[in-house]
């Protein structure tokens, strides 16, 4: 079965930094683009970023882009998401999925909170 | 940027039809996809350009796309089918280059 499993979230002040994680399984992932969506609280789905199958090209909306950092392992089927100098409009549920666009397979989310 | 227009709600009876609009300018020439999103859940790919259906979902899912809207049909509706509905396209010249529409809230009466 295919699937993907996010981790890492948690509570975290302003300012601060958190690292999530997402494994893959079931498919060869080397072979797939990999994106980062999140959801804030009662509201629409966000793309965040995504990154090349080798990790060679990487891609940001802009109220993100120099504060996090995709990356990938490939030898461990892994994705992640390094968040720095968060800000409490940051809190959402964020997502790993498979491609860019459409994004086909989608794990079952990880809630950061930045709260004081 | 690019954006797109949902209506916020649409209710609809078991067994009927629901049609949920996705509004953008020249959209038609554009690859839409269609995620279904029950609440607690992740999002469900249900339509892929414009209107594949990926395996697994139900040929009561249909999409289609011209000018300046897209359009899931869902057929037969069951109260399964409740859930939030998200269309999504890919522009290279936008920023960001991955726009979701606000979402729409199918209620099942």
């Known amino acids: 079965e295919e699937q993907l499993v996010e981790s890492g979230g948690g509570l975290v002040q302003p300012g601060g930094s958190l690292r999530l994680s997402c494994i893959s399984s079931g498919f060869i992932f080397s072979t797939s683009w990999m994106t980062w969506v999140r959801q804030a609280p009662g509201k629409g789905l966000e793309w965040v970023a995504n990154?090349?199958?080798?990790?060679?090209?990487?891609y940001y909306v802009n109220s993100v882009r120099g504060r996090f950092t995709i990356s990938r392992d490939n030898a461990k089927n892994s994705l992640y998401l390094q968040m720095n100098s968060l800000r409490v409009e940051d809190t959402a549920v964020y997502y790993c999925?498979?491609?860019?666009?459409?994004?086909?397979?989608w794990g079952q989310g990880s809630l950061v909170t930045v709260s004081s | 940027s690019y954006e797109l227009a949902q209506p916020p709600s649409v209710s609809v009876a078991p067994g009927q039809t629901a049609r949920i609009t996705c509004g953008g300018n020249?959209?038609?020439?554009?690859?839409v996809h269609w995620y279904q999103q029950k609440p607690g859940q992740a999002p469900v790919l249900v339509i892929s350009y414009n209107k594949d259906r990926p395996s697994g979902i139900p040929d009561r899912f249909s999409g289609s796309n011209s000018g300046n809207t897209a359009t899931l049909t869902i057929s037969r509706v069951e109260g399964g089918d409740e859930a939030d509905y998200y269309c999504?396209?890919?522009?290279?010249?936008?920023?960001?280059?991955?726009?979701f529409g606000p979402g729409t809230k199918v209620t099942v009466l």
């Open positions: 990154i090349h199958l080798s990790g060679s090209e990487t």
């Open positions: 999504q396209v890919w522009i290279t010249t936008s920023s960001p280059p991955f726009v």
């Open positions: 999925a498979r491609g860019a666009s459409p994004f086909d397979l």
């Open positions: 020249s959209i038609g020439l554009r690859s």
